[in-house]
Every structure is written in C-alpha cells, then in structure tokens.
C-alpha cells in the first residue's frame, strides 16, 4: 500500500516540488491532504490533479467556494486549519512547507498526534526548536530534514556516533552579493537581492539568503535536529552550491555530500527517508564539467547576520523566536520597499535588544515572543517609513 501524506504548503516553491517527487513514485505515496494560504489557479490544478481528500485554507469565503466546486473534499478553515489537517491521519507523512513560524504549531500538532514530519520550514526549529523536539522524542517520532544543507548532514552523519562529530560544516553559496562591501550595499534593490546566483526560491528566503540569515536560520536548526552544540557548527562560503555540507570527524576524516541545484533530490531523500534510497530520474552532476570547487570564509562584517542568529541561538529562551519573527517582518517590509537592504539585519539586532527573554518556554510564550515581535518590528518600520 502507498504511504498516506499530508502537504503543508502545496503551492509554494517546496510545495510544488514535493509533488513532482510524488508525482513521480505514485506507487509509494498519495497525498491525502494539502493546504494553501488562499484559494489560487495552482490550488485548483493541484487538487484536479492529486484529487485529495482534505484542503486547508485561510479564509472561510475560500472555503466555501472549494466547497461548492468540488462537493466530495472536506475543506477545512480558519485559525485551526492547518493543526487539523497535520493531525488527520496518524499514519501519514506530514511535510511542512510552510514559510514562517505559522509552520510551529501544525508540526507540534502534528508529532503529537504520532506522525513523523518531513521539515523544511526552518522557522519552525529556530522558534521553537527544543519543545518540538523533546514532542518528538516523547511520541517516539522523527523530524526528517528537507533543506539541502540537513539532508546533506544527515547522509554524512548516518550510521556515525555524534561524540565522534568534531564539527559541522554548512555550506553557503554566498548570495548574490558575494565579494560586496556594505558601501557598495547601500542602495541595493529588491531585483539585485532575489538574483540568486544558482536556486530558484520563494522571495523571503531569498532575501535571507542575501543578507545570509538563511545560514544563521540553519545553523540553529542544525543544532536542534543533531543535538550539536553551537560552537560545533560554521559556516562556509561555497559558491558552487554542490557541496551541500560537511561533517568533520575527531579521527581527521570529512565526509562531504554533493548533488545537483535541484530542491527534489534532498525532499525525494526525506520522503524515503525510512524505506531507504530509491532510484530516481532526477538531474545527476558532472564533476568534469564543474572542474573546480571552490570555499571562502564568510565576511561577517559585512554580513553580520550569522553572528547574530549564534548569538541569540546561545541566549537561548525566547530570543531565537524574536530574531526569526523580526526577520521575517523586516525581510518582507525591503520587499516592500520599506527598508533598506543594509536596515534588516540592523532592525531584527534592536529588536532582539530591546526583547526580556522568558527561558523554557510554554508555546504559548514562545507564540507570544513572536507576536510581540512582529508588533515591535512594525512599529520601528512604520517610524523609519514616516520619517522619510
């Protein structure tokens, strides 16, 4: 019988992919449910498509109109909707394409109802990272890596003890703005930062990965999901973007895993994840014709969004889920054309400052953290904005 899944987040970047892995191995998953933030025309051709059972939106209009086009789906809306459908099928795959700490709750919802999630909303570990996995631990569940970096350390780490980690090497490709200095930053705009060199993402986690948050956001998820320290874990520069990441042993040896700029081939090794590695078409790469792999250290002076997410990773409590919520408000006002490129990273260090953490938080608090955030962010935006 083929594995049940539920996708969270069916019409984003990750979203859309997953199901071209599914699509691909109909005999080993159907999807059994999927949401979206709002009714769209790739919603209606996914549901066409996949016929699921359950959809998840938003809003109760979306709803009803779902509703009336497709009498036999259950839809499902509101505040709730998305925890409902993570927790619908205790057999099933959830993968959490979610983008934003809206991701938190669905996955705690999610393992507590005793099914293993396939992550790749990052937001998710940096907010709430120890709550949701001590959830998975006492549920006896998995929290499988989705992003290319995890994916990447959790095939160098399979079958190796963790006390013979000596550290653990993330790669970067260093954005668009690699080689920049924060003079020649200063009036960069919405185009030059989603010009990534080499995948094609959604805008926000574009942006983060211009002002290289996206690498502090996975360090700190690193940590979480392998239970190593954050002084065990950097950082590198790699512009080629085929070393996905690395694991340095204590007996010398560095295992690397290397693959294609393709989001499949990591999300097609996470939904296999327990029945082992199956034969794909997926892109294969060339190293004759790549020739040269290259590493740099990266310039934290000019990005100093690293720094910061380690720092606050170290603080711990509630600190993390600030810096993402912050992050997430800011990165979206420079879309807007709100706030300069150089201001997001600036903004999202005040915000943590200004931020009395609460340590072992409740959900509840952590949510708490990261509306207050949210609230301050905007409001120190809304400032800036009035006073040009």
């Given at each position: 019988?083929?594995?049940?899944?539920?996708?969270?987040?069916?019409?984003?970047?990750?979203?859309?992919?997953?199901?071209?892995?599914?699509?691909?191995?109909?005999?080993?998953?159907?999807?059994?449910?999927?949401?979206?933030?709002?009714?769209?025309?790739?919603?209606?051709?996914?549901?066409?498509?996949?016929k699921?059972?359950?959809?998840?939106?938003?809003?109760?209009?979306?709803?009803?109109?779902?509703?009336?086009?497709?009498?036999?789906?259950?839809?499902f809306?509101?505040?709730?909707?998305?925890?409902?459908?993570?927790?619908?099928?205790?057999?099933?795959?959830?993968?959490?394409?979610?983008?934003?700490?809206?991701?938190?709750?669905?996955?705690?919802?999610?393992?507590?109802?005793?099914?293993?999630?396939?992550?790749?909303?990052?937001?998710?570990?940096?907010?709430?990272?120890?709550?949701?996995?001590?959830?998975?631990?006492?549920?006896?569940?998995?929290?499988?890596?989705?992003d290319?970096?995890?994916?990447?350390?959790?095939?160098?780490?399979?079958?190796?003890?963790?006390r013979?980690?000596?550290?653990?090497?993330?790669?970067?490709s260093?954005g668009?703005?690699?080689?920049?200095?924060?003079?020649?930053?200063?009036?960069?705009?919405?185009?030059?930062?989603?010009?990534?060199?080499?995948?094609?993402?959604?805008?926000?986690?574009?942006?983060?990965?211009?002002?290289?948050?996206?690498?502090?956001?996975?360090?700190?998820?690193?940590?979480?999901?392998?239970?190593?320290?954050?002084?065990?874990?950097?950082?590198?520069?790699?512009?080629?973007?085929?070393?996905?990441?690395?694991?340095?042993?204590?007996?010398?040896a560095?295992?690397?895993?290397?693959?294609?700029?393709?989001?499949?081939?990591?999300?097609?090794?996470?939904?296999?994840?327990?029945?082992?590695?199956?034969?794909?078409?997926?892109?294969?790469?060339?190293?004759?014709?790549?020739?040269?792999?290259?590493?740099?250290?990266?310039?934290?002076?000019?990005?100093?969004?690293?720094?910061?997410?380690?720092?606050?990773?170290?603080?711990?409590?509630?600190?993390?889920?600030?810096?993402?919520?912050a992050?997430?408000?800011?990165?979206?006002?420079?879309?807007?054309?709100?706030?300069?490129?150089?201001?997001?990273?600036?903004?999202?260090?005040?915000?943590?400052?200004?931020?009395?953490?609460?340590?072992n938080?409740?959900?509840?608090?952590?949510?708490?953290?990261?509306?207050l955030?949210?609230?301050?962010?905007?409001?120190?935006?809304?400032?800036?904005?009035?006073?040009?």
């Amino acid at each position: 019988m083929s594995k049940a899944l539920i996708l969270l987040g069916c019409t984003g970047s990750i979203g859309r992919q997953t199901l071209d892995v599914v699509c691909a191995n109909r005999d080993a998953f159907h999807i059994a449910g999927v949401s979206a933030r709002r009714l769209s025309e790739s919603l209606l051709a996914t549901i066409r498509e996949i016929k699921p059972d359950v959809v998840a939106v938003e809003s109760e209009t979306d709803a009803k109109r779902l509703a009336d086009e497709f009498p036999g789906l259950t839809v499902f809306s509101g505040s709730s909707a998305l925890k409902r459908l993570a927790a619908l099928d205790q057999s099933a795959l959830v993968v959490n394409a979610l983008s934003g700490s809206i991701g938190i709750e669905p996955t705690l919802a999610a393992l507590t109802n005793g099914c293993d999630v396939a992550l790749a909303n990052k937001e998710t570990l940096v907010a709430a990272g120890q709550l949701v996995m001590e959830t998975a631990r006492l549920r006896g569940v998995d929290v499988i890596p989705v992003d290319s970096e995890h994916v990447a350390l959790a095939q160098c780490l399979n079958g190796n003890s963790l006390r013979s980690v000596e550290k653990l090497l993330i790669t970067a490709s260093g954005g668009p703005f690699r080689g920049k200095t924060r003079a020649e930053l200063k009036d960069v705009t919405v185009e030059q930062a989603l010009a990534h060199p080499n995948w094609s993402m959604g805008s926000k986690i574009t942006v983060d990965s211009a002002t290289l948050m996206n690498k502090g956001l996975e360090i700190l998820e690193a940590h979480h999901l392998f239970q190593i320290p954050l002084d065990q874990i950097e950082a590198l520069i790699h512009p080629q973007s085929i070393v996905h990441s690395m694991v340095q042993f204590r007996d010398g040896a560095m295992m690397a895993q290397l693959g294609a700029h393709d989001m499949r081939i990591p999300i097609h090794y996470a939904l296999f994840y327990k029945q082992g590695r199956k034969d794909s078409q997926l892109p294969r790469i060339n190293l004759l014709e790549i020739g040269q792999l290259t590493f740099e250290q990266p310039d934290f002076i000019t990005f100093p969004a690293v720094t910061l997410a380690m720092q606050c990773g170290k603080m711990g409590g509630t600190i993390p889920a600030v810096m993402n919520a912050a992050n997430e408000v800011a990165a979206h006002a420079f879309l807007r054309g709100e706030l300069a490129y150089l201001k997001i990273i600036e903004m999202v260090s005040a915000v943590v400052e200004a931020h009395t953490p609460t340590y072992n938080p409740t959900l509840e608090e952590i949510l708490d953290a990261d509306r207050l955030a949210r609230d301050e962010t905007e409001k120190r935006i809304r400032k800036q904005v009035e006073m040009h």
